[in-house]
T-cell receptor, first 113, second 114 residues
Framework: SQQGEEDPQALSIQEGENATMNCSYKTSINNLQWYRQNSGRGLVHLILIRSNEREKHSGRLRVTLDTSKKSSSLLITASRAADTASYFCAFFTPETSGSRLTFGEGTQLTVNP | KAGVTQTPRYLIKTRGQQVTLSCSPISGHRSVSWYQQTPGQGLQFLFEYFSETQRNKGNFPGRFSGRQFSNSRSEMNVSTLELGDSALYLC?????????????FGEGSRLTVL
């Protein structure tokens, strides 16, 4: 069963608008990552934020992490039609070893031209 | 640098058959992990291999198995296929173990069980 929850499940916006996706988790984490998946394709890593960081930026992406609330958010600014994809948060926990990522349920983002 | 390569990309099997999926990690990456993605269960961890040894296993029945070769290439096998095994199987590689960095995913193998 998934230990990460994301909301909204689906988000539809117009080009140029900002998109915000939220992720909540239940355990302690080492770091939290965001991945993107175009329909039926593999996952592409977007950004990683460590448990001792509160905010991180990469291009049009901004990620925040609140470990006290066990939550993270991904903000995509000035969205483009090419941003249409599913977005997943994922994390390693101290209880699991190695390269075992736990994923959220995903947010399906649709950016309308 | 070539990315993670998975073969085949698509395959159709019938119940009771078995299937073998292949994954070639990024050159120099020694850790290979496998994930199953279905609409109902989302992304679920199957197992991880490092230096030809299974290091971690998810909550899947014994019909799911895998191995890793000395060149870090990995295969996973599913025996006695069931309808519920229809899924996108994703392979990911990373340079080391440790749970600190990003994983690099392949395009996946789409398995349909009829």
């Amino acid at each position: 069963s998934q230990q990460g929850e994301e909301d909204p499940q689906a988000l539809s916006i117009q080009e140029g608008e900002n998109a915000t996706m939220n992720c909540s988790y239940k355990t302690s984490i080492n770091n939290l990552q965001w991945y993107r998946q175009n329909s039926g394709r593999g996952l592409v890593h977007l950004i990683l934020i460590r448990s001792n960081e509160r905010e991180k930026h990469s291009g049009r992406l901004r990620v925040t992490l609140d470990t006290s609330k066990k939550s993270s958010s991904l903000l995509i600014t000035a969205s483009r039609a090419a941003d249409t994809a599913s977005y997943f948060c994922a994390f390693f926990t101290p209880e699991t070893s190695g390269s075992r990522l736990t994923f959220g349920e995903g947010t399906q983002l649709t950016v309308n031209p | 640098k070539a990315g993670v390569t998975q073969t085949p990309r698509y395959l159709i099997k019938t119940r009771g058959q078995q299937v073998t999926l292949s994954c070639s990690p990024i050159s120099g990456h020694r850790s290979v992990s496998w994930y199953q993605q279905t609409p109902g269960q989302g992304l679920q961890f199957l197992f991880e291999y490092f230096s030809e040894t299974q290091r971690n296993k998810g909550n899947f029945p014994g019909r799911f198995s895998g191995r890793q070769f000395s060149n870090s290439r990995s295969e996973m096998n599913v025996s006695t296929l069931e309808l519920g095994d229809s899924a996108l199987y994703l392979c990911a590689s990373s340079p080391t173990r440790g749970g600190t960095g990003e994983l690099f995913f392949g395009e996946g193998s789409r398995l349909t069980v009829l």
